[in-house]
Nanobody
Framework: QVQLVESGGGLVQPGGSLRLSCAAS????????MGWYRQSPGKDRELVAT???????NYADSVKGRFTISRDNAKKTVFLQMNSLKPEDTAVYYC?????????????WGQGTQVTVSS
């Protein structure tokens, strides 16, 4: 069992910034990937960004150049720096953990944190 606790969501104006954090209770295996996904009403949950334990990143095209994902393995924490925010970034953002070896089919999710971009 992995507990994921998210923080940092809120209300910002277009062009503003937010920094999301997600702390994991433990890493079952060293080789793993953590990421951020988002979901807005009436839409499917979509990938925002992922990062492996070694620092390999992947971003959705819609956020490239604006968002930066990073992690502190010692603190078991992943971050999402969100700059130049747009109204279409409004969604509930969920933290995700998945093993890269062993039981890779098992995923853990945080409770979600609301991000609202509006004037």
């Amino acid at each position: 069992q992995v507990q994921l606790v998210e923080s940092g969501g809120g209300l910002v104006q277009p062009g503003g910034s937010l920094r999301l954090s997600c702390a994991a209770s433990r890493f079952p295996v060293t080789l793993n990937v953590m990421g951020w996904y988002r979901q807005s009403p009436g839409k499917d949950r979509e990938l925002v960004a992922t990062i492996t334990n070694g620092g390999t990143t992947n971003y959705a095209d819609s956020v490239k150049g604006r968002f930066t994902i990073s992690r502190d393995n010692a603190k078991k924490t992943v971050f999402l720096q969100m700059n130049s925010l747009k109204p279409e970034d409004t969604a509930v953002y969920y933290c995700n953990y998945r093993n890269l070896i062993g039981p890779t089919s098992i995923q853990y999710w945080g409770q979600g944190t609301q991000v609202t971009v509006s004037s």
